[in-house]
């Protein structure tokens, strides 16, 4: 019998937060090993596990995978949540490339100046409200699910990015009655459920000392700049 899976990142969100989703979402239990030190990371480097020489890094079925969306591909197929066919994968793609750039704008913020700070907090409520959620309301209306309605990759990432983008503006989902329908339900399914109760593997939203640990580690010692 395969062990559970081991996830090798920092103790926070990031790019391996959608990954934890997933997994949580597919019921599959996995661990973790967070960097602390340079030195954790230079040894998988060094150790030639890191392919890019980049994090996150999934070591699941014998693999030792690397780059966030070809591990969400393996782990959504490998648990029926990609899709009963090419044409509902190639939505699902679509649906995960639109929430992940909305994603990506507030996976940046905490590095950010305070003043690029609140230039990018408009921009994600601005792209938010008019680009990304406007397409997923319409496609739900009528459905439960985003494709053939059923549960997908799709849905797990969706409801992730809503939560996300509600921690920067509370209410930005009041002019979207299809989505609100679609938090609730999804938030209800008990995989999901659990995995958004206090004491589960989700990470909080990143703090000064997860910044700083990020920076450290990977040498970061230059300002990222607003999206």
Known sequence: MAG???LYYF????????????????????EEEFFETREQYEKLLQGGSLMFQQVPMVEIDGIKMVHTRA???YIAAKYNLYGK???ERALIDMYVGGTDDLMMLILVFPFLSDEDKEKQLAVIVQKATSRYFPVYEKVLKGQNFLV????????????EAILMVEEKKSDVLSGFPQLQAFKKRIS???TIKKFLEPGSQ?????DDKY????????????????I
């Open 4 to 6: 559970k899976p081991k």
């Open 11 to 30: 103790d926070g969100r990031g790019r391996m937060e959608s990954i934890r989703w997933l997994l949580a979402a597919a019921g599959v239990e996995f």
């Open 71 to 73: 591990i969400l591909s």
């Open 85 to 87: 066919d090419l044409k």
């Open 148 to 159: 053939g309605n059923n549960f997908s990759w799709a849905d797990v990432h969706l409801l």
């Open 188 to 190: 209800s399914i008990p």
């Open 202 to 206: 989700r990470k909080p939203v990143p």
């Open 211 to 226: 910044v700083e640990t990020v920076r450290r580690v990977l040498r970061m010692y230059y300002n990222v700049k607003a």
